[in-house]
T-cell receptor, first 113, second 111 residues
Framework: DARVTQTPRHKVTEMGQEVTMRCQPI?????VFWYRQTMMQGLELLAY????????DSGMPKDRFSAEMPDATLATLKIQPSEPRDSAVYFC???????????FGPGTRLLVL | KQEVTQIPAALSVPEGENLVLNCSFT??????LQWFRQDPGKGLTSLLL?????REQTSGRLNASLDKSSGRSTLYIAASQPGDSATYLC??????????FGKGNQVVVIP
């Protein structure tokens, strides 16, 4: 049963600390997305990769957020330094161009104190 | 800007009643319209995908309709059950792998 996996599932940290979230997309998928979900804003697209190349990260605060795909089986999202307003659920999703849909991971619930 | 709106944000219905969830989108140049389900603490699961050339799509007790010209989609859930309690999100697909999501309808089915 192929699925997107994310680690950690929960993270509590203090303001100013670095946070790294990891995602393993479904094997064979060539697109990867990072979303942030809050009650106020709903789902916001942070970054989007195709074939490991970043195509759009305009939704991401560049001064503190960074997203990478070191290889086809791993995507990372880093926040440095973290702030309380970063508290949210961060989802990774993967897909294939021809399918026109996305498969979501279970999310990382982040709380920055 | 491609905006997707879902109203109401939350609703509750007695078990057995039919559920009607509405979604509207500002840009009608969609490739498809998708409905997802999200359970508390979980990710999103795709329910139905309606291509822009289609008027509706059905899966079991779920039926989704699409009126592209008026920028609306409706998800019908027949004979609701407590297990249908979840948040339902619609998303408009505009190509280039971009999905524009609504904020969701949070549904509670009362036994």
């Amino acid at each position: 049963d192929a699925r997107v996996t994310q680690t950690p599932r929960h993270k509590v940290t203090e303001m100013g600390q670095e946070v790294t979230m990891r995602c393993q997309p479904i094997l064979g998928h060539n697109t990867v997305f990072w979303y942030r979900q809050t009650m106020m804003q709903g789902l916001e697209l942070l970054a989007y990769f195709r074939n490991r190349a970043p195509l759009d990260d305009s939704g991401m605060p560049k001064d503190r957020f960074s997203a990478e795909m070191p290889d086809a089986t791993l995507a990372t999202l880093k926040i440095q330094p973290s702030e309380p307003r970063d508290s949210a659920v961060y989802f990774c999703a993967s897909g294939e161009d021809r399918q026109e849909t996305q498969y979501f991971g279970p999310g990382t619930r982040l709380l920055v104190l | 800007k491609q905006e997707v709106t879902q109203i109401p944000a939350a609703l509750s219905v007695p078990e057995g009643e039919n559920l009607v969830l509405n979604c509207s989108f500002t840009d009608s140049a969609i490739y498809n319209l998708q409905w997802f389900r999200q359970d508390p603490g979980k990710g999103l699961t795709s329910l139905l995908l309606i291509q822009s050339s289609q008027r509706e799509q059905t899966s079991g007790r779920l039926n989704a309709s699409l009126d592209k010209s008026s920028g609306r989609s409706t998800l019908y859930i027949a004979a609701s059950q407590p297990g249908d309690s979840a948040t339902y999100l619609c998303a408009a697909y505009y190509g280039n792998n971009r999905l524009a999501f609504g904020k969701g309808n949070q549904v509670v089915v009362i036994p």
